[in-house]
């Protein structure tokens, strides 16, 4: 399966700003989707943005104006301004994708993002 190692998490004021980066590595063929995720102490996994096959990007309805999804090549970012306590979460990299004839969905391990004065 693709490999995908996230980074950039992090403490943050109310208010600032943090980039999330995940890097993907190995071969595809096709690109379903790519996205990010959170999930909060207590609750379930949440989409927070994705891009589609199509390059059409999507937010969740909490994030949009602040947070910006990107990609280039194997490499897509999530960039997070105006940050607010209830963004703090576990944040995941996700990839939906063909490999060898086989559909695979591969997911990074996790970055803290914690949002506190």
């Known amino acids: 399966q693709v490999q995908l190692v996230e980074s950039g998490g992090g403490l943050v004021q109310p208010g600032g700003s943090l980039t999330l980066s995940c890097t993907a590595s190995?071969?595809?063929?096709?690109?379903?989707?790519i996205g990010w995720y959170r999930q909060a102490p207590g609750k379930q996994r949440e989409l927070v943005a994705v891009?589609?096959?199509?390059?059409r990007t999507n937010y969740a309805d909490s994030v949009k104006g602040r947070f910006t999804m990107s990609r280039d090549n194997a490499k897509n970012t999530l960039q997070m301004n105006s940050l607010k306590p209830e963004d703090t979460a576990v944040y995941y990299c996700?990839?939906?994708?063909?490999?060898?004839?086989?559909?695979?969905?591969?997911w990074g391990q996790g970055t803290q993002v914690t949002v506190s004065s």
């Open positions: 996700n990839w939906r994708y063909k490999r060898g004839g086989m559909d695979f969905d591969s």
């Open positions: 190995g071969s595809i063929s096709i690109i379903y989707a």
């Open positions: 891009i589609s096959s199509g390059g």
